[in-house]
């Protein structure tokens, strides 16, 4: 089990609820997938396989989390991804305790099918064209949900022009109609407490 010093690091340093879900996250990774190799990006835990990313976890004050990098093509027997009130990064939702992980058993049957993807060099599909000037407006929808909320539709006014185009892209690049009001509903969320669209990358 080869292992990062810096992800050391960062589970020695997370709140102590955190530390025994990490620990526990991290060596199911390794015994489902013994090639993987550890690092940091966007300073929180990742790890990979066959030089793509496999899966990362993050801890915060309250809560843990943790998610796929292939997600939107990998298989989902257990409906781990179709939450329907995530409130964290990720693909597990809000991670407080052990008990709110899957079991051991489930999980290690979604990573190694994630290291399977990798091995076989499958690709994430083609993002969404980006907005041409013309149509940086936000689409109806998105203004409708923003005009009920006075709170966000002032913070959202006063974000540049490059912030609100993250906000738009991201929302008019939803494939399906469940994806794209779960993302509604987040940057309602985000925008009412004055948070752009990358916040969570943010160095604090």
């Not at 929808?141 to 906000?167: D, H, I, R, V």
Request: with cysteine.
């Amino acid at each position: 089990m080869q292992t990062d010093k810096r992800i050391d690091a960062y589970i020695m340093n997370a709140q102590r609820f955190a530390q025994p879900i990490l620990n526990h996250l991290r060596e199911l990774i390794h015994v489902a997938c013994p090639g993987v190799q550890e690092t940091m990006k966007w300073s929180f835990p990742h790890f990979e396989y066959n030089g793509s990313i496999l899966c990362s976890m993050a801890s915060f004050k309250k809560h843990c989390a943790f998610g796929f990098w292939k997600a939107s093509v990998m298989k989902d027997p257990h409906e781990l991804f179709e939450l329907k009130e995530r409130t964290a990064m990720g693909h597990l939702g809000r991670i407080e305790s052990m008990d709110d992980l899957p079991s051991d058993k489930i999980l290690i049957s979604y990573i190694k099918e994630a290291a399977k993807l990798n091995k076989e060099g499958v690709k994430l599909p083609s993002k969404a064209k980006p907005i041409t000037k013309a149509s940086i407006e936000p689409p109806d929808y998105m203004l409708k949900a923003l005009n009920k909320n006075k709170k966000a539709w002032s913070n959202f006014e006063a974000f540049s022009p490059g912030q609100k185009k993250e906000y738009i892209e991201w929302i008019a690049g939803a494939k399906t109609e469940a994806t794209r009001s779960k993302r509604v509903s987040d940057m309602l969320e985000w925008v009412e407490e004055g948070k752009i669209r990358n916040w969570k990358y943010l160095r604090k």
